[in-house]
């Protein structure tokens, strides 16, 4: 008979709790089959800023920041969009309609001055900082790059972020920042400010419940 001395080895089941910008991807990528049908506001935005990009942007090497589903490039065809986001789910249905790459918007793994312009709507709210990402934005860029972004104001959600106060529960909403602070990062990283546009957008929502899920069906859950 021959013996052998065996060790059994226990598995470490204990996760390491996720970063916020893990919840984020995991949060959008889930609802990416789905977030069509949840973008009213997202593609208002978007259309809103076409009018702001350059005359020949669609010739233009580009990039999509916080692409989502490709509803940029779905808008404009002809353009040569790389899109990039950093939910995985995102970027599976955004390769159906153009290259598509996974990354954090703020390390852009994308060489210097490879490429003409950038639009990134209704992403950078998401950022810890988003002056990295300006920043980054303005090293891939060519010297004569545009950069054309829309991001949420403070005050945005205010009637929910006061719902929450008057039933004494802690607010879960993002901390939006002022445009005069994102307009000092801005020129910190070397940006000249051309044009600032200020739109109000308002969605009626019969209750808090109903915009709740709203959210859900964006992917838009993640906390302070």
Known sequence: MVCRDMTILQQNTTAKPLTQKQKIARDFSRAAKQYDGY???QREVLEQMLPLLPESWQQQKVVDAGTGTAALKRMAPECQLIGLDVAWGMCEVSKAHQPTVQADMESLPLATSSVEGCVSSL??????HPEKFFAEVYRITHPEGWFVFSTLDEGTLAELELAYRKAALPSPLLSFQRSEALLRSLQNAGWKVETQQENQ????????ISLLKHFRGL???QKK
């Open 219 to 221: 992917g838009a859950q």
């Open 123 to 128: 992403a950078i709210q998401w950022l810890k």
């Open 201 to 208: 957008h308002y969605t009626h929502y019969n209750n808090v």
């Open 39 to 41: 973008a009213i506001l």
